[in-house]
C-alpha cells in the first residue's frame, strides 16, 4: 500500500516495529489537519462585557499536550480588526492562565474572535476553547 501525505507526497512515517496499545502504526491524518473557527461573542446585557477565551487541554500524560502557533484575529464591532500571532506551549489537563483572547463587548454589540492553527505532529487531544465573561 502507498501512502501519500498532504499536497501529494510520499509519506515520511516509517513502519513501526513495535507500537503501544492502542497507539496508530502509521500517520493517518490526526495532525497536519487546518483548523479555522469564529466564536461570535455577543452582549445583549447592558453593561459592558470583559471575555477572555482560554484554550484547554485533555489528560494526555506528562509531555507537551499542545506545542504551536495560533493566528487570532479579532474583529471590533466598528469593523475593524487586530491579529496577533501567538506561540502555545500547553502542558496536559490544563487551561490556559493567559488567554488567547481578551476583548471588550460593549452592551447589544458583537466581537468576532477567529483563530487559525495547524495541527502539529506533537500534539494530543482533545482540545477545548474555554469563554469566561465578566461585566465591567
Known sequence: T??????GGPLDTPFMVAEA???APMAHGNYGA???MTLPLYNPSDVPQKVQVFMGSGNTGDSAAFRGNM?????????STTKETLSIMQRPNTTGTTPVAEVLVPPGAR???A????????TTPPHTMVVRSTPV
Not at 71 to 79: A, F, K, Y
Not at 115 to 122: C, F, G, R, S
Open 115 to 122: 483563530m487559525e492553527l495547524i495541527y502539529p505532529a506533537n
Open 71 to 79: 493566528l487570532v484575529t479579532i474583529t471590533h464591532p466598528d469593523g
Open 2 to 7: 502507498k501512502y501519500t501525505a498532504r499536497g
Open 34 to 36: 487546518e483548523f479555522d
Open 21 to 23: 496499545a492502542g497507539s
Open 111 to 113: 466581537v468576532d474572535v
